[in-house]
């Protein structure tokens, strides 16, 4: 495993870009436009330079990393890559075509992971000739600190591409945890409800934010409140999460909490935005 090659350049795209790179493998990260692969790659430089100052790292692993990134619009760059990371929106339909695409041009050898947060791995499979080497690593947020890559096994996923995936996992840094494919996998199965709950909490006035974040942080020890993660993740993210458990499992208790869905339409979506359960634009 040299080569790794990353489809998506924006929060998750680039901080897997940046721990693969920091971890020595020549990484390709893609995207479709030029503005988002740039916009990208200067994240990676300051957060690089943070872990620097930080003494995390030294400086020559900071340029040694950066001189492992290579930048693209073009798919065909990543076709020689040992294994592709799809990082892209959390959307079903273009993850689909983004692996309809990258099982044409990536030679059969080729591991491709999607890093989805709910999203079915076996129908992402079925959509390319080489489901046994499709395979679900899921990073947290934000990547270059969190531990945990949850490995979601397809249907068809073979132990060999398993293994893969966890030993890159943890040459990355990672703790890789294995689970098999279901909507939400495990994480966002127990989270997302979480969230929508303390929506509901905030919708129906029984606490303000920092009542409900409070409340959950000092006495479950949660190191932050549903809320700020919420906007942390994103508003419209955390409801793309709901909507398919809501759809796939076809249970009212996923069904999202009509705050969150106006907030989403109202563009209020956390950090990203400058404003969601808090306003980020002063700080």
């Known amino acids: 495993m040299n080569k ?3 489809i998506g350049a924006g929060t998750m795209g680039n901080g897997i870009a940046h721990v693969s790179a920091l971890s020595g493998f020549e990484t390709i990260l893609m995207d479709i436009k030029d503005e988002f692969v740039n916009r990208g790659l200067v994240t990676i430089h300051k957060n690089l330079e943070r872990q620097v100052k930080k003494e995390k790292i030294s400086q020559n692993d900071m340029d040694s990393s950066l001189a492992r990134i290579n930048i693209t619009t073009d798919y065909a760059k990543v076709s020689a890559c040992d294994l592709v990371v799809e990082a892209a929106t959390e ?9 309809k695409k990258l099982d044409t041009l990536c030679q059969q050898s080729t591991i491709l992971a999607s890093n989805t947060s709910s999203i079915s791995i076996t129908k992402i499979a079925r959509a390319t000739n080489r489901p046994e080497k499709i395979i679900g690593m899921h990073f947290m947020n934000p990547v270059p600190i969190m531990k945990l890559v949850e490995i979601v096994r397809g249907k068809e996923t073979d132990e060999i591409t398993t293994s893969v995936a966890v030993e890159l996992s943890e040459k990355m840094g990672k703790i890789p945890i294995k689970c098999n494919d279901s909507p939400g996998f495990i994480s966002n199965r127990i989270l997302m409800p979480m969230i929508n709950e303390a929506i509901f909490c905030l919708q129906e006035e029984v606490g303000t934010p920092e009542a409900i974040d409070a409340i959950m942080k000092l ?6 409140g549903p809320l700020t993660l919420a906007d942390l993740i994103g508003l419209d993210v955390c409801l793309n999460i709901i909507n398919v458990l809501y759809t796939d499992f076809g249970d009212e208790k996923y069904h999202p909490c009509p705050l969150l869905i106006k907030m989403v339409e109202d563009g209020l979506l956390g950090r990203k935005s400058g404003e969601g359960f808090y306003d980020y634009n002063t700080k």
Not at 91 to 99: A, G, H, P, R, S
Not at 219 to 224: C, E, I, K, R, V
Request: aromatic share 6%.
């Open 219 to 224: 006495g479950m020890a949660h190191p932050m």
């Open 91 to 99: 959307n079903e339909e273009i993850k689909l075509e983004i692996f």
């Open 4 to 6: 790794i090659g990353v």
